[in-house]
């Protein structure tokens, strides 16, 4: 993005942000019927479809963006890889916390080889009626996981620091070693569904 007037965060949270948060909160919606739990994984459904098929689409949009594509390319992982890894050499060694799991996900770690989740997105995005078991819940989250830190290094090479601190943060992941995580914190019971807590071991 050289020679480019550096993003707004404003403008940032409208085009970008606003929307992950929106899918961000879609997803939290979904614990109302399905338990976030490991065991719960292989879940699918509708709602997964959809959500499936947004958070896939958005992360097209960022990896063009970031790379430096026309938003009308069509482009595929193929063109995407080398790039992405140019850009953000790190990407695939980033982990990321994923709160109610209690899990760390690394969702661009097989990114050369081929991911899953993005693999599994495509199949539904080509033929939903074939596969939709594969709109999951644990694709989804792995998806989501992906588009977060495409959002943060989005963030970054725009602003050229992390000004993450001055945003609404998720309420699902953090990246660990680098982000505070809040003291106001979602919490999912399994009766009383999701509630926001003060959690005094977050200071």
Not at 16 to 38: A, C, G, P, R, T
Request: proline fraction near 1%; charged fraction near 30%.
């Amino acid at each position: 993005m050289k020679g480019e007037n550096k993003m707004k965060i404003s403008e940032f949270e409208e085009k970008y942000w606003n929307y992950y948060l929106h899918l961000e909160e879609k997803f939290m919606h979904i614990s109302s019927f399905v338990h976030f739990d490991s065991r719960n994984f292989n879940v699918f459904s509708y709602e997964f479809v959809s959500l499936f098929q947004n958070i896939g689409a958005e992360i097209d949009l960022l990896f063009k963006k970031i790379c430096g594509y026309s938003g009308n390319d069509n482009r595929t992982m193929r063109d995407y890889k080398n790039d992405i890894i140019y850009k953000c050499p790190e990407i695939k060694e980033k982990k990321i916390k994923v709160n109610y799991f209690n899990i760390e996900i690394q969702p661009f770690e097989k990114l050369e080889s081929g991911m899953t989740w993005w693999k599994e997105y495509n199949a539904i995005k080509h033929n939903r009626l074939d596969n939709i078991s594969k709109a999951n819940l644990e694709n989804v989250l792995e998806a989501l996981t992906a588009l977060f830190l495409l959002e943060r290094y989005l963030l970054v090479e725009l602003k050229e620091e992390d000004s993450y601190v001055l945003i609404k943060q998720s309420n699902i992941f953090r990246i660990d070693g680098v982000d505070i995580q809040p003291r106001m914190q979602w919490k999912v019971d399994s009766d009383k569904g999701i509630a926001l807590v003060y959690n005094d071991d977050l200071i």
